[in-house]
C-alpha cells in the first residue's frame, strides 16, 4: 500500500491530508483529509505498514518521532528526485518538490530552499510551494496533488533507467537511509559530560576564561621557541609556512603528512598542537555544551549529503569524533554497544562488481590481502594491498607500480573495470555506481566533489594533473566508493527492519561502521541480526557471488573499546 501524505501547516502536529496510490503511482481513490494527522498515522502504520510518500523525511519525520510516531517505509521525493537527476546528467539542478513539479507541468523552476534546520520555526508548505502557486493558495490538497504527480513521474523516470531493479532498490535504500538518520538524530548517542569532561582537561589542561586551555598555550611557546620567534599563531597555515621558509624550509602546506617529513625542532610541538587544536576547537567544551543535551549526543545527519552516497552531518562533527573522545561515548546501566566494521570492503567490492572470478575466490577469504598474496604476490601481503589500493585511487608511482603490474596481468577483468571507470571520466563521460548512483560533474579535485582522500593507500593526498586525469582518478574510485555506500546503506536498512519490535536503537552509522545500543541482555542477538545484515545485503545487491562480506563485531560498555 503507497499513502501519498502532508500536513496542511508544515507542522505535523496538527490536521493533513494523504491518498492512496496504485504501484504505478496513479490515484488509487479520493484525497482525504485527516483531522489529527500523527495520530492516523500511527492508526494506519500498526494496521497495515503503508510506503508513505512525502516530500523530504527532514520535513516531517523529526516532528512525528518527537510525538512517538515512527514508521516503517517511505518514499523521500527530493531524495529520489537527486538521484534521477543525477542519473540523466542533470546532476545539481534543484531537487525539492516544486521544482520537480514545476518541471513536470511545465513552469518556471524555483531554487531549493536553503538547508533545513531541525523543525525550523514557521515553516510551512504555503510558503514552500509560493514560487510555484503565485498567489498563496497552496493548500494540503494543492501540495498533495503535486506530491503524487511527482511520484508517478519518478516511478516512470526509475523504470526507464534501464535498470530499473537496481535503481528503485537505490532509492528504497536512499529512503530508508533518511528514516535512520532522523531516527539516530532522535534517539542520540548516549554521552557521559563527565568523562568528557575529565579527558579535556587531561589533554588540554582546565578551560580559561579567555583564549586556548594551558596545554595549547604551552605548546604554542615551544613552537616559538623552536623558529627563534614570539607572536606566532600555530594555528595560522599562513604564519606558519613562512616561519618554515624563513628557516631556510619549503613547506608545500601544513597537513599532518607533509610536517612529519620535515627536520626541524618545531615539528613535534606543532604537531601535537595542531591535534589538541582540532579535540579543542571540533569537540571542545563549548562543542559539549552546544550538542549534548540530557547525556545523549544528537547530531543532524544528511543521508547521502556527499556526492558517493556517504552521509554528511550538519554540525556537530558526528562522523568525525577522534578516537580519544570516543571514551565519553559510554552505554547506558545495563545497555552495551554492538558495534560492527566492514574491513576490506572497498576491495571486495571490487571484487564483486567487476565480475573477476579470481578476485572474487581472494574476496571469499577472511583476509582478502592476505589471500591475493598467496595467489599473486609471492605471499607478500603489504604489497598486494599496496597493488589493490593503488588500482582503485589511481595511485601510479613508487612502490605501486611493480605491484600494478602484477594484478594486471593475474586480475585483468577487475583491472579493466577501474580502468574503464577511469577513461570514461577523463573523457567526460556519466560513471554510475553498482546501483546506478552517478558521479558528479569534471571536478579538479577530490575534495570539490566530497570524495575522501586515499589516506588508506598511503598516497597521503590525491596526486596532480590535468582536470581530465583528475577526474579520471575521481571516477576509478567513485564505481567503488559508492558502490561500498551503498551495500553500508543496505545493511542499514536491512538491521533497522529486523531490530523493529526490540528495545535496541541504531546510534552510530559512520561509512561503513554501524553502532546499536542496546540491553546487555540482547547483545548477542543484535549482534548475529547485524551478521545477518551484511550477508543479505551482500546478496541483495550482488545476487549469488563467493565474495564474503565478513563484519568485526564488538560488544562493549565503551564505544573506545570497540575493535
Known sequence: MLVAVVSDDGSWHGSGRWQELLPDGRPAGEPQRVPDLPAAIAAREAAEQPRWIWAATTEGYPALLRGGVRVGRCHDIELTE????????????????????????????????????????????????????????????????????????????????????????????????????????????????EIHDRLLRELLGPPQPVGPPRRLAELAGEVNAAFGMHGLHPDSPAEVLRAFARAGIDVPNTRAWVLRNVEHPAVKPLLEYKELYRIWTAHGWAWRDAWVSEGRFRPEYVPGGVVSGRWATRGGGALQVPKVVRRAVVADPGW?????????????????????????????????????????????????????????????????????????????????????????GEAGGLVRSWLGRTCPPASTAWRDAGLDPPEESGSGEPQGGAPGRARGRFTRN????????????????????????????????????????????????????????????GELLFGATSVRFPLDVSIVECYADAM
Open 478 to 537: 567513485f564505481v567503488i566508493q559508492a558502490t561500498a555506500a551503498e551495500w553500508a546503506l543496505v545493511l542499514l536498512a536491512t538491521l533497522r527492519t529486523a531490530l523493529r519490535g526490540t528495545r535496541a536503537e541504531l546510534v552510530l552509522f559512520v561509512h561503513d561502521e554501524v553502532g546499536v545500543h542496546c540491553p546487555e541482555q540482547e547483545a548477542e542477538g543484535v549482534a548475529q541480526a547485524v551478521r545477518e545484515s551484511a550477508a543479505r545485503a
Open 336 to 424: 552495551r554497544f554492538v558495534i560492527a566494521d566492514a574491513g576490506q570492503l572497498e576491495p571486495r567490492v571490487l571484487a564483486a562488481v567487476s565480475g573477476d572470478a579470481r578476485l572474487a575466490r581472494a574476496g571469499a577469504a577472511g583476509d582478502l590481502y592476505a589471500a591475493l598474496a598467496t595467489d599473486s604476490f609471492g605471499g607478500d601481503r603489504a604489497k598486494a594491498k599496496v597493488a589493490l589500493l593503488g588500482a582503485m585511487y589511481g595511485q601510479t608511482g613508487g612502490a605501486a607500480i611493480p605491484a600494478l603490474a602484477v594484478l594486471r596481468q593475474s586480475y585483468p577483468t577487475a583491472f579493466e573495470y577501474v580502468e574503464a571507470a577511469a577513461r570514461t
Open 82 to 193: 537527486a538521484l534521477l537527476l543525477g542519473h540523466a546528467g542533470r546532476w545539481g539542478e534543484p531537487r525539492a518538490l516544486p521544482a520537480a513539479w514545476a518541471r513536470l507541468t511545465g513552469a518556471p523552476v524555483p531554487a531549493d530552499p536553503p538547508p533545513r534546520q531541525p523543525d525550523p520555526p514557521g515553516f510551512a508548505q504555503a510558503a514552500l510551494f509560493e514560487a510555484m502557486t503565485g498567489p498563496p493558495t497552496a493548500s494540503g490538497s494543492v501540495v498533495l496533488e503535486a506530491l503524487s504527480g511527482v511520484f508517478a513521474d519518478q516511478h516512470a523516470r526509475i523504470r526507464a533507467t534501464g535498470s530499473p531493479g537496481r535503481f528503485g532498490l537505490l532509492v528504497a535504500a536512499e529512503s530508508a537511509g533518511a528514516l535512520v538518520g532522523a531516527e539516530m538524530g532522535h534517539a542520540g548517542l548516549p554521552w557521559s559530560a
